[in-house]
């Protein structure tokens, strides 16, 4: 998952490793860089599973993301 923010990136950070992982997925790693050329911060969250997941078994997101 790639997330670019000129905001504070922990609050979706969190949100975004928590919903993989209640989808089955394990986090392999979590970085995030500042990219001077544009002002974001961008957040590269890597999530691995060994099994599919199909698509009506993934928990319902209420809010927008």
């Known amino acids: 998952v790639h997330y670019y923010t000129k ?3 922990n609050p979706k950070k969190k949100k975004i490793r928590r919903l993989l992982r209640l989808g089955g ?3 392999t790693s979590t970085n995030q860089f ?3 050329d544009t002002g974001y911060t961008h957040v590269v969250v ?3 599973t060994m099994e599919v997941i199909p698509d ?3 928990p319902e997101e209420t ?3």
């Open 34 to 36: 500042y990219e001077n």
């Open 25 to 27: 997925f394990v986090i």
């Open 63 to 65: 809010e927008e993301y």
């Open 7 to 9: 905001n504070n990136p």
């Open 46 to 48: 890597t999530a691995s």
């Open 56 to 58: 009506d078994e993934l």
